[in-house]
């Protein structure tokens, strides 16, 4: 399980004294333990759900620490992110995003962007840590703006 494997990489991390990726594994079990007080059991599904809302957290934390010139702490944050990308399933294509997308909306015979929100209900859970919702979102308002 994914969960395991971020335990053991922290428990190899603290042997290596690698700081960062400590610190930040760290960050990850902690977060997967609050979960689990919801939760008697997290499966992967749930352990990628937290890890997508911590990388999320670290993006925005690098643009508003560029924004007020903070590189040292900008710096940190991109450390951090490409380690929590580690455990994140690979990004999904464009392609294989637009035909996600064209399915559903040939699926719910939707042809106006009046039908976004169904289009966003049938496409994000096929999707699910895959793609950013913010990503989806643009593409789907521009392939219902197309027809």
């Given at each position: 399980m994914l969960k395991d494997e971020i335990y053991?990489?922290?428990?190899?991390?603290m042997k290596a004294r690698e700081e960062v990726r400590v610190r930040t594994l760290r960050?990850?079990?902690?977060?997967?333990?609050n979960k689990l007080v919801d939760k008697k059991d997290l499966g992967?599904?749930?352990?990628?759900e937290i890890l997508t809302k911590e990388a999320k957290l670290?993006?925005?934390?690098?643009?508003?620490?560029?924004?007020?010139n903070r590189e040292d702490l900008a710096q940190s944050e991109r450390e951090e992110l490409e380690?929590?990308?580690?455990?994140?399933?690979?990004?999904?294509g464009e392609d294989e995003?637009?035909?996600?997308?064209?399915?559903?909306?040939?699926?719910?015979n939707v042809n106006s962007p009046t039908g976004l929100g169904l289009?966003?209900?049938t496409v994000m859970p096929k999707v699910k840590g895959r793609a950013d919702g913010k990503r989806v979102n643009k593409m789907v308002r521009d392939i219902l703006s197309d027809l």
């Open positions: 053991e990489d922290l428990k190899k991390a960050m990850a079990v902690a977060a997967i333990k992967d599904e749930d352990v990628i670290r993006k925005d934390s690098i643009e508003e620490y560029t924004k007020a380690i929590i990308k580690e455990y994140l399933p690979e990004k999904m995003l637009r035909t996600i997308i064209l399915d559903a909306i040939e699926e719910q289009i966003m209900k």
